[in-house]
């Protein structure tokens, strides 16, 4: 049984069907990468998967167990956790306050008390390379280190599934080859599901174990990563017909 499902799920706003009768399924311990242009749905496909969006039809199961109509709250208690395009960092605490947080909060297994969630805290900023600015206060952070911070807060929570989206924006080729091994890394040590939105094709070469599409909120194509990019659609929709070189 795959570890998540997607049946016929649809997102309208007003007449845009920002996500259009989308079915598919993330296998237990893969790594999804899902792409396509600005305004594809990516984001609000991710948005219903995590309960921020609610569908206007269709159904989401995890485990087996329908999760269409929960709270993002109940959602992240079942195991499921997301890191948002945009931060949502608590800018008055630390980087381990932070961090700490998630293991506080947003464990299936019911929350550490605060010793041990400082402890969980802590062991996740040195998986995302974070660990010597524990200290710093969370401003003192750029936009990608806050973007990483948010990912050892969701690791903290100990989910079975993890949800990026486009965590590796604006990064240099050394940078993206860290964060490429941080996050395979984190997927084999914990077992993890990760569904992962991304715009840099490098790495979603690098990375991706299976591609999916969208493209007006449909799905144009799916499989193997070099296969889709390949893919005359996806070239065509994706890249204005410009032939990718990673
Ligand atoms: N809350 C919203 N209200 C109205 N339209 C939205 C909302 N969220 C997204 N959209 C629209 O839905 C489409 C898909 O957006 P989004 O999921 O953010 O795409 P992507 O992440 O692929 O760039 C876009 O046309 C966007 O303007
Ligand atoms: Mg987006």
Redesign the pocket.
Known sequence: MPLLELDEVEKH??G?A??NKVTMKADDGEILAIV??????????L?LVVGL?RPTRGTVRFGGQDITNLSSHRVRKLGIAMVQ?TPRTFPTMTVLENAAVGAMFGSPNGGHAEGKALATGNNMLELVGLGDRRHDNVENLNLHQQRFLELARAIAGQPRLLVL?EVMAGLNDAELEASIEIIRTIRDQFNLTIIW?EHVMKAVMGLAERTVV?DF?NVLTEGLPDEVMRHPAVIEAYLGGEIPDA
Request: without cysteine; hydrophobic residues 30%; glycine residues 22%.
């Open positions: 706003y007003g845009l920002a996500v396509g242009p600005n305004g594809a749905g990516k984001s609000t496909l948005e969006e395009q989206d939105v969208l909120g």
